[in-house]
């Protein structure tokens, strides 16, 4: 494991774009795992504006998100989709045939869960999986207890989740209840993974993740096995690591 620390948000934002600055420049048809939320914003900012001064190009890049809201057409202005297209899609070259979110309004959920884990496949595996964490300790919606040997499933959010993203809907009763996501298991198979965390908000959550010993109850604990992982954090973040 590999853990940095650096002291502002645009730092971190810098050195996480840096990773796939990297990833993309041995490889233009590189498989790159996304994720929601407010903290990979700024990586996809700097992404966006290296794309604009003519130093990436996405054209033969293929993308799979994280996770989606149960209910929420892709249409919806609060689904992951919707973010997806307003954060990164709508401002680089990526073919539209290339991106994959989960859906999150299908008829049979189990086939969709497989066919997402068929089309990582297909596609030859995930190359860059960039993820956040949960104040509860989850990577994408893996909540606590969900097997660390789970691929894409539904689950239930987390009262601690619906309240953290309350701020993203008019109040949290408008909040999704359920979701779909990749699996523990599945984000350990990408070949590299960083993580971002900002805030004394997520000190518990990071300690929990990299000092903690592996187990369900903070899914992010199982990146201690995977072969290939940095944690970027800011001070806030790691203040409760007691080797830092
Ligand atoms: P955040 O969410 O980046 O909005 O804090 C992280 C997460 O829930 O994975």
Same mark, same amino acid.
């Given at each position: 494991?590999?853990? %940095?620390?650096? #002291?502002?948000?645009?730092?971190? +934002?810098?050195r996480g774009a840096g990773f796939f600055i990297q990833t993309l420049a041995s490889n233009p048809t590189a498989v790159l795992g996304l994720a929601t939320g407010s903290t990979p914003i700024g990586v996809y900012q700097q992404l966006i504006e290296q794309y604009q001064a003519g130093q990436l190009d996405f054209s033969a890049?293929?993308?799979?998100?994280?996770?989606?809201?149960?209910g929420l057409h892709r249409d919806h202005p609060q689904s992951y989709y919707s973010f997806m297209q307003q954060e990164l899609f709508q401002h680089i070259n %990526?073919?539209? #045939?290339?991106?994959?979110?989960? +859906?999150?309004?299908?008829?049979?959920?189990?086939?969709?869960?497989?066919w997402y884990e068929d089309a990582i496949i297909a596609a030859g595996g995930i190359d860059l999986q960039i993820l956040g964490i949960g104040t509860d300790g989850h990577i994408a919606f893996n909540e606590p207890g969900t097997a660390l040997g789970s691929r894409t499933h539904l689950t239930d959010l987390d009262q601690q989740t619906i309240i953290d993203n309350a701020r993203f809907f008019d109040s949290a009763d408008n909040v999704p209840r359920r979701?779909?996501?990749m699996g523990v298991a599945t984000i350990m198979d990408a070949r590299e993974v960083i993580l971002l965390a900002t805030g004394e908000n997520?000190?518990?959550?990071?300690?929990?993740?990299?000092?903690?010993?592996?187990?369900?109850?903070?899914?992010?604990?199982?990146l201690q096995n995977h072969p290939n992982v940095t944690f970027l954090l800011d001070p806030a973040a790691a203040s409760l690591l007691t080797n830092q």
């Open positions: 494991m590999n853990i %940095i620390i650096l #002291d502002t948000y645009k730092e971190l +934002s810098i890049v293929t993308t799979f998100n994280l996770d989606e809201y149960i %990526i073919s539209p #045939d290339r991106i994959h979110v989960p +859906s999150g309004v299908e008829d049979n959920f189990g086939a969709h869960c497989q979701a779909i996501t997520k000190a518990v959550a990071i300690q929990a993740a990299i000092e903690s010993p592996v187990g369900s109850e903070c899914t992010a604990s199982a």
